[in-house]
């Protein structure tokens, strides 16, 4: 199982960018996904959730401002990044938990990193 953030860059304060994270690979079933950030010297932090469901979650810095969601005959999720901040720079993590098979165990996987630079 793979999952594979694309869409970061540069991006001036005030502007909107979206990610997307597909996931590939021997699945069955994805619970939760989400996306995570970490800025230099600073830990990792969730940013957003959603559940299978479709409930989401956000960290107080991002509501209001983000938007996560997901496709789940893709199956991928998204973040969609509005109004951006320069402390909105990180490397943004995608994250899902996910079932192999019928009977297999739930396991976490994160995808590679994609850079968010938010700067004039």
């Known amino acids: 199982v793979q999952l594979q953030a694309s869409g970061g860059g540069l991006v001036q304060p005030g502007g909107s960018m979206a990610l997307s994270c597909p996931a590939s690979?021997?699945?069955?079933?994805?619970?939760?996904m989400a996306w995570y950030r970490q800025a230099p010297e600073k830990q990792r932090e969730l940013v957003a959730s959603?559940?299978?469901?479709?409930?989401?979650s956000y960290a107080d810095a991002v509501k209001g401002r983000f938007t996560i969601s997901r496709d789940n005959d893709k199956p991928t999720t998204y973040l969609q990044m509005n109004g951006l901040k320069a402390e909105d720079t990180a490397i943004y993590y995608c994250?899902?938990?996910?079932?192999?098979?019928?009977?297999?165990?739930?396991?976490?996987?994160w995808g590679k990193g994609t850079q968010v630079t938010v700067s004039s």
């Open positions: 959603i559940s299978d469901g479709g409930s989401t």
């Open positions: 690979g021997s699945i069955f079933s994805i619970g939760t």
């Open positions: 994250y899902a938990v996910i079932r192999e098979r019928r009977w297999g165990n739930w396991q976490i996987y």
